[in-house]
């Protein structure tokens, strides 16, 4: 072994060790700038040129909560689902967004929300669950998620609470138990 080749040896054992872990994918920066997508694993990194920024790819549950609204039998309904998601492309993710569960609320609450007056989400379920999942899916792929599962878990109808001397508008939904 030459004496070139024991210095970078030795050098190299001084940089910086990056960890990403089994349920991660890792970033690689250079000078700030994307180079390339980096599986787990222990990855050497030149301080302070390069960096490793890991992002957790395990599936998230996220519950959808909060939702109500008046259906085509001009009840209102509370509506809850629950939704999984996992991080496909971290590099289109980073670049997007750093707040997924907010992401994914929202539209699924407009996708949810998309349906009311109208009585599909009580008569048929599951085409819904199967529509709002391929919006939902579509939409979250530009941001580098994928989409694993969308359910309603639950659709109750609610009391509404009228104040006197208010006229007709309902007030407050309370769902029944």
């Known amino acids: 072994m030459s004496l070139i080749d024991t210095i970078l040896e030795n050098f190299l054992e001084f940089l910086p060790l990056t960890i990403v872990d089994e349920h991660e994918m890792g970033v690689y920066l250079r000078w700030g700038r994307y180079v390339k997508t980096v599986s787990p694993g222990g990855h050497r ?10 992002v957790n790819t395990q599936m998230q549950n996220l519950p959808i909560l909060g939702i109500d609204m008046v ?14 998601y996992t991080i496909e492309n971290v590099y289109k993710y980073m670049l997007a967004t750093r707040e997924p569960d907010e992401l994914i ?4 609450k407009s996708l949810i929300l998309g349906y009311k007056g109208t009585d599909k989400i009580i008569n048929i379920t599951e085409k819904v669950e199967e ?8 939409y979250a792929k530009t941001f580098g998620i994928a989409i694993m599962r969308f359910d309603f878990i639950t659709m109750s109808m609610c009391k509404v609470i009228m ?15």
């Open 45 to 54: 990194t030149i301080w302070p040129a390069e960096k490793i920024i890991t």
């Open 71 to 84: 259906l085509g039998n001009n009840k209102v309904w509370a509506v809850t689902a629950a939704i999984a």
């Open 105 to 108: 609320t929202t539209v699924a």
């Open 131 to 138: 529509e709002i999942f391929g919006q939902l899916d579509d």
């Open 163 to 177: 104040l006197k001397g208010s006229g007709n508008e309902p007030i407050l939904p309370i769902s029944e138990e």
